[in-house]
């Protein structure tokens, strides 16, 4: 399990490294020829749109699993300990349903969308909503990855449980 987590880590950190690379990349481009020829580029903003939308969704996952979502522990911390181990038990049932309604709908949306064209670069919405299901699907593993450790003891992954040789592949 420790190679199949180390692996959907490197996947998504490279995926987010990509895409916010490419949305810079657009957009630094953009502002640099609208302010040196006065014309800009059509589709830019529609791309870094998009881009932005693949970057939350596949950003969301990561953030989940180093507790960096707002939270509020309050009632966590007043309850004993027994029963603090159950209602993360039902955040985390909560938060498994809101992903798997996330795939569900995310699919119809997508399927719905299939004929319907961006304005400026004319490809299917579909390829912008498959964010939603693909998000949802990654929000679902990289919870389960954690879970033990949240139900347990409300701890999250630690950036530093993967080794220096792993971050620095990227």
């Given amino acids: 399990m420790d190679t199949f987590e180390r692996a959907l880590m490197r996947l998504n950190r490279a995926a987010l490294i990509a895409l916010l690379a490419a949305m ?18 059509e589709w830019a903003e529609e791309v870094a749109r998009y881009l932005m939308i693949w970057l939350t969704f596949l950003g969301a996952g990561p953030v989940l699993r180093y507790g960096g979502h707002i939270a509020v522990d309050n009632l966590q911390d007043a309850l004993p300990p027994k029963v603090a181990v159950a209602v993360r038990g039902l955040i985390a049932a909560l938060l498994f349903g809101f992903f798997g309604f996330m795939v569900w709908f995310g699919l119809m949306y997508v399927e719905r969308a ?14 912008i909503y498959a964010a939603i299901p693909v998000g949802g699907l990654l929000l679902m593993l990289h919870l389960g990855l954690v ?5 347990r003891e409300r701890s999250f992954a630690a ?5 220096a040789n792993a971050s620095a592949s990227l």
């Fill in 114 to 127: 299939q004929y319907q064209m961006t304005p400026t670069t004319q490809i299917s919405m579909s390829w």
């Fill in 24 to 41: 810079a990349v657009v957009i630094f481009a953009n502002v640099v020829l609208r302010y040196t020829t006065s014309q800009s580029i």
């Fill in 147 to 151: 879970l033990r450790g949240y139900l």
């Fill in 159 to 163: 950036d530093d449980h993967f080794d």
